[in-house]
């Protein structure tokens, strides 16, 4: 079983003062990757890619859009292709509504896809669907079976999908214990438990 991390970057600052205090509730990791990979034995990474209406690049979750440039992603995407452990890495375009699935938004999600299978060859780049509708957008040659075990996808929805960080140190404990019987097991905090 592969330890991965659910909204791998969602411990990075929101970029836009008035989303910072209800940051919390997209938060679903609080270290960063070298220390997701080095002391929590993380070994799938989940990023979630945007694009503003020009065009450019910058990492989500939902709502909330990170303060880190493409040259930061890079470094980090770099830290993973170079590890002797090889590396899963959902894809995955964060759109959440109809009006924001654009076609530049997915021509350039596509591209970026492209990229970075083209420079990071050591990185096992999966899935490449939009959050909105669930539409591969672009197909990896990469298919491993992941059990998501995180608040929004895991009862109670109500007051742990607000708080995935009372999720996390409610059930993180035997999430991990139990394991899975998939390849990858995706989870919030992975630091919890």
């Not at 993380?42 to 493409?70: A, E, P, Q, W």
């Not at 995407?77 to 890495?89: M, V």
């Amino acid at each position: 079983m592969v330890l991965g991390s659910h909204n791998s970057w969602s411990f990075l600052k929101a970029k836009k003062w008035w989303v910072k205090p209800f940051a919390f509730m997209a938060k679903c990791q609080s270290v960063p990757i070298a220390t997701q990979y080095y002391f929590y034995d993380v070994r799938c990474f989940d990023l979630r890619l945007n694009f503003d209406k020009k065009g450019n690049l910058f990492i989500s979750h939902g709502g909330v859009r990170y303060d880190y440039t493409l040259e930061d992603l890079m470094n980090d995407l770099s830290f993973l292709n170079n590890r002797t452990d090889k590396c899963y890495l959902r894809l995955l375009y964060d759109v959440r509504t109809k009006k924001g699935y654009t076609d530049v938004g997915r021509q350039k999600f596509v591209e970026y896809c492209k990229m970075f299978e083209e420079k990071f060859p050591n990185l096992l780049f999966w899935c490449g669907r939009c959050v909105y509708n669930w539409n591969v957008e672009y197909k990896f040659k990469n298919t491993p079976s992941c059990e998501e075990k995180y608040s929004s996808v895991c009862p109670p929805y109500k007051i742990d999908d607000w708080f995935p960080y009372i999720y996390a140190k409610l059930k993180n404990k035997r999430i991990k214990k139990k394991g899975t019987k998939y390849e990858i097991l995706l989870i919030d905090f992975v630091n919890i438990g």
